[in-house]
């Protein structure tokens, strides 16, 4: 069996590390020797560990940018409930991700600045997603769908930030399990739906209904 190119093979074993021991433990020598290459190898294609983590947030993660763009480009396609339901499960899948990863940050500042200082200089970071949510929200205000007097801001966060608790809140509970990724899309979409939309686009039945 072909071997996988270099490259492919050092964000498949940053992503795996990075999910089992954190941003702040995986050094890019265990990265290095988890994929098969010299750590001198490594930095040929990544020139640190914070480029490093930045690949793979955007080829190894689900994306939700890439979707809240396309969406905003076209406010007024779909109803707003199946647009707030594919958003938030996008979203919850993101961070069901991400969260693992950046989670040990908080603990290493100085990593963490290092990171924030990589992420400015490309114009990315966790404020990105809840901004183009925003984006998003207020296109669809523009095309009529939400209400005029709605705060967009404060529903991107809520949304986004629902979406994170579902990594963080449910491990305590006596089960252990987070809400099933479908269902807690919809249940969170149909409740901010009722926040937002005027009275026309509540009415709408959904398509298929």
Do not use: W
């Not at 930095?43 to 396309?70: D, N, T």
């Not at 296109?139 to 939400?146: D, K, L, S």
Request: glycine content about 6%; proline content about 6%; charged content about 25%.
């Amino acid at each position: 069996m072909e071997q996988k190119p270099a490259r492919v093979r050092i964000l498949d074993a940053a992503h795996e590390l990075m999910l089992t021991v954190g941003l702040a433990r995986a050094t890019t020598k265990e990265i290095a020797r988890a994929a098969g290459c010299s750590e001198a190898a490594l930095y040929k294609y990544f020139p640190s560990k914070e480029e490093l983590f930045v690949h793979v947030l955007a080829e190894r993660l689900p994306q939700l940018v890439p979707l809240l763009g396309e969406l905003t480009v076209e406010p007024g396609r779909g109803t707003l409930e199946e647009n707030l339901t594919r958003i938030a499960r996008q979203a919850a899948l993101f961070y069901e991700e991400s969260f693992p990863i950046a989670a040990s940050l908080y603990a290493e500042r100085q990593l963490k600045r290092k990171l924030d200082d990589k992420l400015r200089t490309i114009g990315a970071g966790p404020h990105v997603p809840i901004e183009a949510l925003d984006a998003y929200l207020r296109a669809e205000q523009t095309a009529g769908r939400i209400r005029p007097d709605a705060d967009t801001s404060a529903a991107a966060v809520l949304l986004l930030g629902a979406c994170v608790q579902r990594v963080f809140a449910y491990d305590a509970t006596p089960t252990g399990e987070r809400p099933p990724v479908d269902q807690f899309a919809a249940r969170l979409a149909r409740t901010l739906l009722g926040g937002l939309s005027v009275a026309e686009e509540r009415a709408r039945p959904a398509a298929g209904a």
